[in-house]
């Protein structure tokens, strides 16, 4: 029976540490939204969630977990120790009618 509580218990703490997130600063808005390329997509929702897809030489990578913080225009994303950082070297801007942003060397723009 303690087995089972503990078991309840450590699961329950997994669940609640995987759904947090913290909503987007007002200050980096910009970033808010579905963002595409050929062989990139990042989904970055108002509550702090990041949806992200790669394919490139036949290898897909994917991370769908809340950001935990901003460094200048880069995010990092993940749980616990387990992050990923992604590189803005271009931050969210406006071109013409579009929004592009650049992230890991790939050219991005906003879906409207």
Known sequence: MKIFFLNALIMFIACAILSCSKPIPAEKSAYVGEWQSAIMGILISQDGKVSYKRIENG???????PIKAFDGDNFEVGIGPL???????????????????????VDLTKKP
């Open 59 to 65: 290898i897909t990578k994917s991370v769908d977990d």
């Open 83 to 105: 992050t990923t950082t992604f590189i803005v070297t271009v931050p969210p801007h406006q071109q013409d009618n579009d929004w592009k942003m650049t992230v890991d060397g």
